[in-house]
């Protein structure tokens, strides 16, 4: 148990379906982040919220729409993906001008078919 | 714009051994921090050290520890007396304190088996 929970697990959505990832944090922290994780390449940063505003969009599709309905949880919606989309999404949080580091989730496996 | 890079995708070492990870980084920035996290295959990312720029001291945790060389831009990791369970895929990442550290940015990631 980590304190930054992610729902599901494992998510298969067609390109046509719309879905939601769910990011929970039980650590008191202020800052939220949406990290993409595909195979052989680094971690991209798709979005940071900052008490709940959003301060950062890495040129992300609008096909995902992330939203901060409080300091405790992150959503991402997801619609009209493409298979390309296929990829870990992962959460983190950390608070903002404390302890510099990351707290991560365990992510969740998304395929598009 | 902050770079990582990590220049091997898979390495070995038998249990019981010494095995050192290498990343170098390019930045403009002063004061900033680097460190090494560990995704093992529950894929959750787990914070294995930390370095301040401004210390020149390396940084230590137990069996990890670090070789900060800032001229240089190099931040290997060492891991003393390998476990089984430090088999993972091993990420250096940066992040600038002057931004806030908004962005922690990653390198490629090595991939790290530990052989019994």
């Known amino acids: 148990e980590t304190g930054v929970t992610q729902t599901p697990r494992h998510l298969v959505m067609g390109m046509t379906n719309k879905k939601s990832l769910k990011c929970e944090q039980h650590?008191?922290?202020?800052?939220m982040y949406w990290y993409k994780q595909s195979a052989k390449k680094p971690l991209e940063l798709m979005f940071v919220?900052?008490?709940?505003?959003?301060?950062e969009n890495n040129s992300v599709p609008s096909r995902f729409s992330p939203e901060c309905p409080n300091s405790s949880h992150l959503f991402l919606h997801l619609h009209t993906l493409q298979p390309e989309d296929s990829a870990l999404y992962l959460c983190?949080?950390?608070?903002?001008?404390?302890?510099?580091?990351?707290?991560f989730g365990s992510g969740t496996q998304l395929s598009v078919l | 714009a902050q770079t990582v890079t990590q220049s091997q995708p898979e390495m070995s070492v038998q249990e019981a051994e010494t095995v050192t990870l290498s990343c170098t980084y390019d930045t403009s920035e002063n004061n900033y921090y680097l460190f090494w996290y560990k995704q093992p295959p529950s894929r959750q990312m787990i914070l294995v050290i930390r370095q301040e720029a401004y210390k020149q001291q390396n940084a230590t945790e137990n069996r990890f520890s670090v070789n900060f060389q800032k001229a240089a831009k190099s931040f290997s990791l060492k891991i003393s007396d390998s476990q089984l369970g430090d088999t993972a895929m091993y990420f250096c990442a940066f992040t600038s304190v002057d931004n806030y550290g908004q962005n922690f940015v990653f390198g490629p990631g090595t991939r790290l088996s530990v052989l019994p």
């Open positions: 983190a949080t950390r608070t903002l001008g404390g302890d510099e580091k990351l707290f």
């Open positions: 650590l008191g922290h202020n800052a």
């Open positions: 919220y900052n008490f709940k505003e959003q301060t």
